[in-house]
């Protein structure tokens, strides 16, 4: 071996490492992975915390619309078991009610049959027959057309019409009530004939006349009164007295319900219609304290009232007849439906010489 070779030789060696520590450095010339930036644009850093916001927002959404419909779900479901559960309490009350019934009826059979009388019949079949008289669908269709009324709805039966028809007839057949504050079957007067005498007619044509005349009075005075409350301003409608007048005006138009039904009737007595006809007259006139004095005589009366004795003595007194007379009469303590018919003409009294002051001042109710 000659110089030359060796001499290439340890040249060669020599560069063989710096070829492998070359290779390094030629890779990273090579785009492998891109290397996370050192510095961020400001709009960059607000549009990634946007976006995080939006990412957040939109969970919490979702989240929030799965515990609606699981409440929903849970809803929903306790609305069907309560349903359940009524229709089965409906359902056994039926049952246990027809148990009685036939129970009942089988104890009634068997009494009748151990003392020898005729058995009743079934009423289920009388009161079908009764109510469920049968008429031809041709008939039945002219008698509805002739009330105004379809002949046949949708999916109605000829039995279903029947029905209807019977209970038309039935609230026809009924005595219509006028319209007011107080529904009545009395005729309205016209407001010049609603003048109410002084004292009671003896005749029954006016003594029903002015039967009329008094429904016809409280119910425009109730609807004067309801008017009034209803114009109101809404602050004081919704304030605690404004509550209570609503309430005072509701209480007697119901109060006085039974007034108007013995106004129907006609069989008041003398001895209350009088002081009802008196009231009215005087409020009339506008004569508002005289009005309240006979509404005082009515309620509490005018005779006297002995402290838990009637005999004081073996001797007689000058005034002790007016201990027992019969017409002075507080008519308010005889029952309690009439205490609160005349309690309510008094609170229409205190309402009447607001809408219509008298002329007199004197006349004004303290």
Known sequence: MDFAALMSKEISKAKSPDTSKASPDK????????????????????????????EEQERLQREREERTAHKRKLE???????????????????????????????????????????????????????????????ELTAKLRELDEPAQLF??????????????????????????PIPTTLEPVPGGQMIIPDKIPKDQE?????????????????????????KRDISVRQSSQGRQAYNAMVQSRENMTPLFRRFEKGDMEDGLL???VEIVHKAQQRRYVDA??????????????????TMVGIHERSAREK????????????????????????????????????????????
């Open 27 to 54: 890779g990273k010339d090579t785009p492998t992975a891109e290397a996370p930036k050192k510095y961020m644009r400001r709009g960059e850093v607000e549009a990634a915390r946007v976006a995080a916001y939006n």
């Open 76 to 138: 929903d479901e306790e609305a069907d078991q309560k349903r359940e559960r009524e229709e089965k309490k409906r359902r056994l009350a039926e049952e246990s009610r027809k148990r009685r019934e036939e129970e009942e009826a089988e104890k009634e059979r068997e009494r009748r049959r151990k003392l020898g009388l005729p058995e009743l019949p079934s009423t289920t079949d009388t009161a079908d027959g009764a109510e469920e008289e049968d008429i031809e669908d041709e």
């Open 155 to 180: 999916g109605e039966t000829h039995r279903a019409r029947l029905r209807r028809y019977r209970r038309l007839v039935k609230r026809a057949a009924a005595p219509t009530l006028t319209d007011g």
């Open 206 to 230: 006016s003594r029903l006349f002015l039967f009329r005349q008094l429904a016809s009075y409280f119910n425009m005075v109730l609807s004067e009164w309801e008017l009034a409350l209803a």
């Open 274 to 276: 009088e002081p009802i």
């Open 292 to 309: 309240n004095d006979a509404y005082l005589r009515v309620s509490i009366g005018k005779a006297a009232w002995p402290i838990g004795v």
């Open 323 to 366: 201990l027992h007379q019969g017409d002075q009469q507080a008519h308010i303590l005889s029952d309690e439906i009439t205490r609160k018919y005349l309690q309510s003409i008094k609170r229409c009294l205190s309402f009447t010489q607001v809408r219509w002051p008298p002329e007199d001042q004197l006349q004004i109710m303290g």
